[in-house]
């Protein structure tokens, strides 16, 4: 089993749930390190005053916030040490709500959270109250020093499902300022969006995640494994960007690709037939 993070307790009510909390993706980027250019040497970045010259330890560095160019507010490290949150070991469950009342742009990271040995009824006992009553709970933590919004949810085969959350002042709202504006209304006609809806139903295909690859990161691997392998005349393709489609009339647009994708519809039911044909 991997390491857990974080170790507490999940509690709604009075009741309390000793638990583990995991790591539920892993970044496959590959990460680089600077080198000088015949790679004989690590390069390493190093504060200093621009105006002087003298160099300085992160240990003795201080923090500045900027009011106005070059006017800054000085934090000094002890003074956010004691700025920091309470630290707990207790997921307090405030409320239960349902999961379609939460906007994905909330969502930041995934977890699973695991149970300790002692406490797998009191578990399985919140995933089937969340599930029966379709709801997700709303929590906060304090996890390395900061403090967290999360939503608990149950997930696949019975594991609970943590994700972080952005806070409400995080989140860029449509209409509001000047960052984001909404786009102006123009109304599509009834066959326009008939033959739309036909084209969502010809696209419509069951979730399968494992379709669908990184594959900018796998050539990159197979360019190292290469080069560690010592081979230096590796042929590389170059990606190309494809061209910008010819313009054409909407409805045009919507009826060539709705005749495309039944074709590959065709194409996909052929091949099935086949394979059952064979079997």
Same mark, same amino acid.
């Given at each position: 089993?991997?390491?857990?993070?974080?170790?507490?307790?999940?509690?709604?009510?009075?009741?309390?749930?000793p638990?583990?909390?995991?790591?539920?993706?892993?970044?496959q980027?590959?990460?680089?390190?600077m080198?000088?250019?015949?790679?004989?040497?690590?390069?390493?970045?190093?504060?200093?005053?621009p105006e002087?010259?003298?160099?300085?330890?992160?240990?003795?560095?201080?923090?500045?916030?900027?009011?106005?160019?070059?006017?800054?507010?000085?934090?000094?490290n002890?003074?956010?040490?004691?700025?920091?949150?309470?630290?707990?070991?207790?997921?307090?469950?405030?409320?239960?709500?349902?999961a379609?009342e939460?906007?994905?742009?909330?969502?930041?990271?995934?977890?699973?959270?695991?149970?300790e040995?002692?406490s797998?009824?009191?578990?399985?006992?919140?995933?089937?109250?969340?599930?029966?009553?379709?709801?997700?709970?709303?929590?906060?933590?304090?996890?390395?020093?900061?403090?967290?919004?999360?939503?608990?949810?149950?997930?696949?085969?019975?594991?609970?499902?943590?994700?972080?959350?952005?806070?409400d002042?995080?989140?860029?709202?449509?209409?509001?300022g000047?960052?984001? +504006? =909404?786009? %102006?209304?123009?109304?599509?006609?009834?066959?326009?969006? *008939?033959?739309? /809806?036909? @084209?969502?139903? $010809?696209?419509? +295909? =069951?979730? %399968?995640?494992?379709?669908?690859?990184?594959?900018?990161? *796998?050539?990159? /691997?197979? @360019?190292?494994? $290469?080069k560690?392998e010592?081979? %230096?005349?590796v042929v590389?393709?170059?990606?190309?960007?494809p061209?910008?489609?010819?313009?054409?009339?909407?409805?045009?647009?919507?009826?060539?690709?709705l005749?495309?994708?039944?074709g590959?519809?065709?194409?996909?039911?052929?091949?099935?037939?086949?394979?059952?044909k064979?079997?």
């Open positions: 089993m991997a390491r857990s993070i974080w170790k507490g307790n999940i509690s709604f009510g009075m009741v309390n749930i638990v583990t909390l995991h790591t539920a993706v892993r970044d980027a590959v990460h680089f390190h080198l000088s250019e015949d790679g004989t040497c690590r390069l390493r970045r190093k504060l200093y005053c002087t010259g003298e160099e300085y330890d992160f240990n003795k560095a201080a923090r500045g916030y900027e009011l106005a160019p070059g006017q800054y507010v000085l934090i000094r002890e003074e956010l040490e004691r700025l920091e949150p309470e630290k707990g070991r207790n997921i307090e469950i405030s409320q239960f709500v349902d379609g939460i906007d994905p742009v909330y969502y930041e990271r995934p977890y699973y959270l695991l149970p040995a002692s797998l009824k009191g578990y399985r006992l919140l995933i089937e109250a969340m599930r029966d009553r379709e709801k997700v709970g709303l929590a906060t933590f304090v996890m390395r020093s900061k403090q967290y919004l999360a939503a608990i949810r149950a997930g696949d085969r019975d594991v609970l499902m943590l994700e972080t959350m952005h806070y002042q995080e989140v860029v709202r449509v209409g509001e000047e960052e984001i +504006q =909404p786009p %102006e209304a123009v109304e599509p006609s009834e066959q326009e969006r *008939r033959v739309a /809806q036909q @084209l969502v139903d $010809a696209l419509t +295909q =069951p979730f %399968e995640p494992a379709r669908f690859e990184d594959t900018y990161t *796998r050539r990159l /691997q197979e @360019l190292i494994e $290469a560690a010592g081979r %230096e005349d590389l393709q170059e990606s190309s960007e061209e910008a489609p010819q313009v054409i009339n909407l409805m045009e647009a919507l009826e060539r690709s005749e495309q994708a039944g590959q519809q065709g194409k996909g039911k052929r091949k099935s037939g086949r394979r059952r064979s079997a």
